[in-house]
């Protein structure tokens, strides 16, 4: 029987080709009716291939077959390709949106900061410092301990933290945060 010459047994075979796609797309990442696509290119391209080849006993079975190996490759490409990510930045130089969204994060940072309470602004402000001061420089600048720096710097930040999460979207909760 050839697959190819048979059009009775392409129409007959369209629903199981359907609804096998249907169950191995999922899995593999793609849309069911490319898969069903890159099937009936398989089965076009093994009749070009080898004319003289016998067509499968049981086509039904050759079928889901395909399916399978067309849902492997398409896991095995998903594996290896790179998403293109839009926000990227070209080679030539910054985007003037992320500048200006960095700048507005920055601003919302600096007003937060400058609203906490008791030392928390100075501290912050030596923390968020360019300088990138040691514990020993910030805790001269300040006049504290350096062992009191940790626990005064954690109270700070759960007060920031709070403050933040009423003007921005907060992530969730990460380690022992509660």
Known sequence: MDLLKDPDLVTELGPLLSAEAAAEAPGAG????????AVWVRLLESGRRAPD??????????LRRAVRAEAR???????????????????????PEDALLHGEVNRALRSAVARLPGR?????????????????EIAGELGISQGSLGPVRSRCLGCLRRMLAAEVAAPGLRGMER
């Open 53 to 62: 080849r016998a067509d499968p006993a049981e086509p039904a079975r050759w």
């Open 120 to 136: 928390c602004p100075e501290l912050m402000k030596a923390l968020l410092s360019p300088r990138d001061l040691t514990y020993r």
């Open 73 to 95: 490759l398409a896991r095995r490409r998903a594996r290896r390709e790179i998403p293109y990510d839009h926000r990227r930045r070209p080679a030539d130089g910054p985007v």
């Open 30 to 37: 793609v849309d069911a009716a490319d898969l069903e696509q």
